[in-house]
């Protein structure tokens, strides 16, 4: 009669298995990047058409030379890279709640939160496939690091760390708007004033005052001016304090606010 | 009897929407139940509270004797669900949508995909499995979702509106698949909109409408209590029509509708051996008839009777015999 009816051991959801299941759900991302490589089209060709505007229109006009331009946009670049990518984590995170396939797994004897965990922890390989197409694409035009290959890979690092603590902007953007694509739209709105607001693209001392005020204290200002420091010399200590800073601050901001959000999205069900 | 399912009094409430006005269901381990309801009667809320995806407002309800409030984690460990859009990752492959499941049901990588193979073989996706589930059809997906929520063997399983949307083979495909999960003791809750799938597949069925039951019990039970029963003749050939229906209208005492097309005679009887009779009576007669039959109300009929009361002020009659479906 009961063919069936050996079940395996299922431990339910101890603090370990959270960690487990969120790898096994960043797995899952990660694959999917694999076997779909054009999926991560957004994050490879922006970077790259962002490169080539921005030199060969800009570069002349702002800094001279298209040369000296790339040298400091580069950096900036990267940063913004981090800013974009992140609004892909509430995207898809939104695209398995619209699609059921959340309420699988919320159907599983997982941690709630394992889901957000995988889809966090998977992101950091787009980040990471999209800062080295930018930086290999740069170092083809021409971008040459003054620095050493460990001041470049802590420049990405750090800004990959940066891209882990604003995702939750998007996360909480996520939660609180229903479909994808209204996600999307939401949180451009939000990104592009942040992302010109800042000295990645021109120097702030040709803004007017009232602008100067807000780029000089920008995250996306003190990150671009790290980066710049790693890799092509400059100021680093103040820079990197202010980008922590801005990180952390970031961090116990949205995290719990995002957290809030999901939570309550999933109850609502 | 242990019950596997038990709800009392099931409330859930949206903004001014009463989603669940108190409902209650009661599923014997082992058996399956069907909730057979309209569009927005409530089944997907109940579904979902009942698998711990929502949480209930009023009454309260338990699955395999864990309190879905109070022991939430309790319940998935023995639950499976299959929702009414199928809960998959249109990238990856069959195989590895149900391997997933199975690394997250903290199986090791290699048993998680012995068990999707199994799985795979069982719901005739052995040749897809490789494939992305983008292109899987309606049915092969149905079939995936379906092994998706079997992958921990789960003891209840529930299926909200396992057959929406797919074709006569595929539906019979996840009828017989539903049927043999519970000949091995899985406990199953599912809802449909289709009278006939919970007349095939429930044990006993539960009909609700706006948020609340309108009735229980076996789909014979649920027919009778509807409406009496009918006996149908189908003559061989047209002419005998009218010696039938003289015959008829004696032995019941009201004429029997006729429907000329198909030689098909029916007539409300309340008493159900007036067919003994009638077969004497036509062999005296010398009538041959090609289907003698006495039929309980469709459910179809059974529905129309228990909710179009609640759902439309304007009176319906109740079980009409007159159009007999072909089917069965």
């Known amino acids: 009669m009961s063919t069936a009816a050996v079940a395996p051991a299922r431990s339910g959801s101890r603090p370990g298995n959270m960690v487990r299941h969120g790898l096994v759900l960043a797995g899952r991302s990660v694959g999917k990047i694999r076997r779909s490589p054009e999926t991560l089209l957004d994050v490879t060709l922006q970077p790259i058409l962002m490169l080539l505007m921005f030199v060969y229109l800009f570069g002349g006009a702002i800094a001279g030379s298209t040369d000296a331009y790339l040298q400091l946009v580069l950096p900036g670049l990267m940063v913004m890279i981090a800013l974009t990518a992140s609004l892909g984590t509430g995207f898809a995170l939104s695209q398995d709640i619209s699609k059921g396939v959340f309420d ?30 930018l930086l290999g694409f740069g170092m083809l035009l021409g971008f040459r690091a003054t620095t050493d290959p460990v001041s470049v890979l802590l420049a990405a690092l750090l800004v990959i760390a940066f891209g882990l603590s604003i995702c ?19 949180s451009m709105v ?51 304090v202010a980008s922590l800073l801005w990180m952390a601050g970031l961090l116990l901001v949205l995290f719990p606010a995002a957290s809030w959000a999901y939570r309550r999205r999933l109850s609502q069900g | 009897m242990s019950y596997a399912i038990q709800a009392e009094g099931l409330v859930k409430r949206y903004r001014e929407h009463t989603a669940l006005a108190g409902v209650d269901l009661a599923v014997p381990a082992g058996s399956i139940a069907g909730v057979l309801g309209p569009n927005g009667a409530g089944k997907t809320t109940a579904v ?49 949508n149900l391997a997933l499941i199975g690394r997250l049901l903290n199986m090791s990588r290699r048993s998680a995909r012995a068990r999707a193979k199994e799985l795979l073989d069982q ?43 797919l074709d006569p083979h595929s539906r019979n495909q996840v009828w017989s698949l539903v049927r043999s999960l519970a000949d ?24 609700i409408d706006q948020g609340r039951v309108v009735a229980e019990g076996r789909a014979d039970e649920l027919k009778r209590r509807t409406g009496g029963q009918s006996l149908q003749v189908r003559t061989s050939l047209p002419v005998d029509m009218d010696t039938v229906a003289g015959i008829l209208t004696e032995l019941v005492g009201r004429a029997p509708h006729r429907d000329e097309e198909s030689n098909l005679l029916t007539v409300p009887v309340e008493d ?7 077969v004497r009576r036509l062999d005296a007669a010398g009538v041959v008839a090609d289907e003698l039959a006495l039929r309980l109300p469709s459910l179809d009929d059974v529905f129309l009777a228990l909710t179009g009361r609640t759902t439309d002020t304007e009176e319906r009659p109740t079980a009409a015999p007159a159009k007999e479906g072909s089917l069965a």
């Open chain 1, 104 to 133: 699988r797994f919320r159907s599983l004897p997982i941690a709630r939160s394992a889901p957000l965990v995988g889809a966090v922890l998977g992101d950091i390989v787009r980040y990471a496939v999209s800062l080295a197409v």
């Open chain 1, 168 to 186: 939750w902007l998007s996360v909480l953007l996520a939660m609180l708007v229903r479909s994808p694509q209204a996600v999307m739209g939401m």
């Open chain 1, 190 to 240: 939000v990104i592009w004033p942040l992302m010109f607001g800042s000295n990645i693209f021109a120097p702030t001392e040709t803004m007017p005052g009232w602008l100067q005020a807000w780029v000089n204290i920008s995250p996306i200002t003190q990150l671009s001016d790290t980066a710049r420091g790693l890799m092509i010399g400059g100021e680093v200590a103040g820079p990197l």
């Open chain 2, 48 to 96: 979902r509270i009942l698998a711990t995806l929502l949480r209930l407002d009023g009454g309260r309800a338990s699955v395999g004797g864990f309190d879905v409030s109070r022991q939430p984690v309790s319940v998935r460990e023995i639950i499976g669900l299959t929702g009414q859009y199928a809960a998959l990752d249109e990238e990856m492959t069959g195989l590895e």
């Open chain 2, 123 to 165: 719901f005739e996706l052995s040749d897809a499995g490789g494939r992305p589930a983008k292109g899987y059809s309606g049915g092969m997906r149905r079939r995936l979702d379906l092994a998706a929520s079997l992958v921990g063997r789960p003891q209840v399983l529930f299926l909200d509106e396992p057959t929406t949307g």
């Open chain 2, 184 to 207: 091995e003791g899985v406990t199953v809750l599912l809802t449909t909109q289709y009278l006939e799938e919970a007349d095939r597949l429930a044990d006993r069925i539960t009909v």
């Open chain 2, 272 to 278: 159900p051996v007036v067919l003994s009779t009638l």
